[in-house]
């Protein structure tokens, strides 16, 4: 059997780039309204997550980390100006939660301890945009959270062996996004029947 891991790194990338694509139309549109904080926080962990899964060893789930990297800056960027929130205090924490995963990477040379502080991290970060998704749903873009979620599926099978440290990332990404489409799709669907 042929090695699939470079045809899913590679759709994996394509993924994330496709996922990008309706969120940013949306966000110039200004019928999404990304949460600043968020996206700050998920720009600086997904620029961690490049460095410490390559620097773990990965190599074609490596794209999608690499595309969400560069991508989710720019939405951070494009969230300066469109977006609603900014960063507080608690996200300020969180931020600090994400350097020490950094601080302890270099100090332990363990990229796993930046891997699960930065999934850690990012789990806040998606609940502190929770509230403001649950109260307007249609501030965000369900397509893109839900291509998000295939893109990690696909970066977690490019992945090519059962190494923790370099399927962890992937596939906490790829339940993260489904669950924010899922709260997306359900609270738009109650809202349209009352």
């Not at 899964?53 to 980390?65: E, F, N, T, V, Y």
């Not at 969400?68 to 507080?88: D, I, K, P, W």
């Not at 608690?90 to 699960?116: F, H, Q, R």
Request: proline content about 5%; glycine content about 8%; hydrophobic content about 55%.
């Amino acid at each position: 059997m042929p090695d699939v891991a470079p045809v899913l790194g590679v759709l994996a990338g394509v993924t994330a780039v496709v996922n990008t694509i309706p969120y940013i139309r949306d966000i110039v549109r200004g019928t999404t309204r990304p949460h600043r904080g968020t996206w700050f926080v998920w720009a600086v962990l997904a620029i961690v997550v490049y460095g410490s899964q390559r620097a773990d060893g990965a190599s074609w789930s490596l794209i999608m980390a690499g595309a969400q990297a560069m991508l989710t800056t720019l939405v951070f960027v494009l969230a300066v100006r469109h977006g609603e929130g900014g960063v507080s205090p608690a996200e300020a924490i969180i931020v600090a939660a994400a350097a020490c995963g950094v601080a302890g990477w270099i100090v332990a040379d363990e990229p796993i301890v930046a891997t699960a502080s930065v999934v850690a991290a990012d789990l806040l970060a998606a609940a502190m945009m929770t509230p403001k998704t649950y109260r307007d749903p249609g501030s965000e873009t369900l397509s893109s959270f839900a291509l998000a979620s295939v893109g990690g599926a696909l970066a977690a099978g490019a992945v090519g062996s059962a190494t923790p440290a370099l399927l962890m990332y992937p596939i906490y990404f790829c339940a993260v996004n489904a669950a924010i489409a899922l709260l997306i799709h359900r609270r738009r669907t109650v809202l349209a029947t009352t």
